[in-house]
């Protein structure tokens, strides 16, 4: 089996409601959607989700449009899928970074790979251990009142984990926040709360001891991403488990952290790492150094949510479930057969080859990006619609 073309198609899906983190405002859904197609007929699915770009991650659907057309489709074209460490590799080589374009090209090959035997992706990367995943729901309105009314609506539909999006305003806005969820959401349910690199560290050290008395599930990336001894002094000042999510693209990141004793959990989001490749190194990491992972979001669609799910029921070291709740953000999915959740729960069928999803073609022509085209490398190439 070898690589033959590659398709690059970028959508845009609005969202039901504003999402606000520290940093950023996210009114819109933006992703390059990747087919690789083999020799044999078989078409591997990718996708980059792009919607915060270029802040987080620091790309946009444009240059990876053109990196992968420019630089990466040399060193996929002609290659045997299953030779996955030599086209990384040599994909490293050719593009520094840019691990979200990286990660869609990933997805595909390994979505081909699985197809090609005839299994489900999870088969291929460790193994069903885990026979569904408890979902995290994010609050990010920014509203004491709306927040917990929101998370109380949300525990009636069965979820039991909530992150909330802190940074946005005052201290004294985002405590009373907490608090108000709290009350909304009872005992028994998880609270936790994401910083996105709002805080420096005294800063961060007071808020997060005044939110402790709310029982907080932990806190992810206090401080920014470059501030490891920062996040070192939290993580000791503090009760309350500290979770790595900026600070963590690389392997050599995760050595970092590992050795600062910056961090008690490590989000894993496979596009930030470049895909499931390098993420079930950086896992294995955090376990030999016993810390626990949590499977993290950048909005994707069906496509890439699926990809994240294999990865998390394969991964034993994901103790802290996942935050896969992009289609349920989305105003609405590309999928023929949406994704399953239930219950504050995100499963996946086991009669399955490769991912287990199929594209629904009339909606994916339906949110291609004004004035964009499907973009087509290889020796199948051809001009035209999808």
């Known amino acids: 089996m070898k690589v033959e073309q590659i398709e690059l198609i970028p959508i845009e899906i609005p969202i039901k409601r504003t999402h606000k983190i520290s940093s950023f405002t996210l009114n819109r859904g933006i992703h390059v959607i990747v087919k690789i197609h083999s020799d044999d007929g078989i078409v591997g699915l990718g996708e980059a ?3 915060m770009g270029p802040v987080f991650p620091e790309e946009t659907y444009e240059t990876s449009i053109f990196l992968i057309k420019r630089y990466l489709s040399p060193v996929i074209l002609g290659k045997d899928p299953f030779d996955i460490e030599r086209v990384i590799r040599e ?12 990660a869609a090209v990933d997805f595909a090959l390994y979505d081909l790979m699985a197809k090609s035997v005839e299994l489900p992706l999870y088969k291929l990367i460790g193994g069903l251990f885990y026979e569904k995943v408890p979902l995290s729901w994010s609050l990010a309105i920014g509203d004491p009142e709306l927040d917990a009314k929101e998370a109380k609506e949300k525990v009636s539909e069965g979820f039991r984990i909530f992150k909330i999006k802190v940074g946005i305003s005052e201290p004294s806005v ?7 969820i709290r009350e909304a959401v009872g005992n028994g349910v998880d609270i936790r709360i994401d910083v996105n690199q709002g805080w420096k560290p005294d800063k961060a050290i007071k808020i997060i001891q005044k939110m402790e008395r709310y029982e907080l599930g932990f806190v992810e990336q206090p401080v920014p991403r470059w501030d490891i001894n920062g996040m070192a ?4 000042a503090i009760d309350t488990p500290i979770m790595a999510d900026e600070s963590l693209y690389t392997l050599h990141d995760a050595i970092t952290l590992i050795e600062k004793e910056a961090a008690d959990i490590f989000a894993i989001k496979l596009m930030k790492h470049g895909g499931i490749y390098n993420s079930k190194k950086i896992c294995a990491l955090a376990e030999a150094a016993d810390i626990s992972c949590y499977v ?8 890439a949510t699926a990809i994240c799910v294999h990865f998390a ?9 996942c935050e896969l709740f992009g289609p349920l953000l989305l105003t609405d999915d590309i999928l023929k057969t949406p994704i399953e959740y239930r219950e504050g729960y995100i499963g996946i069928p086991r009669k399955i080859f490769g991912l287990g999803v199929e594209i629904n073609e009339t909606k994916l022509k339906n949110y291609l990006i004004k004035g964009e085209r499907v973009h087509k490398i290889g020796k199948l190439s051809v001009s035209g619609e999808i």
């Open 233 to 236: 002094r939290i993580a000791k």
């Open 296 to 303: 993290g979001s950048n909005l994707e669609t069906g496509v």
């Open 49 to 51: 989700p792009l919607s």
């Open 91 to 102: 994909m490293e080589r050719a593009v520094e970074g840019n691990y979200t374009t990286k």
């Open 174 to 180: 985002d405590i009373e926040r907490v608090r108000a």
């Open 313 to 321: 029921v394969a991964s034993s070291n994901v103790t802290y479930g």
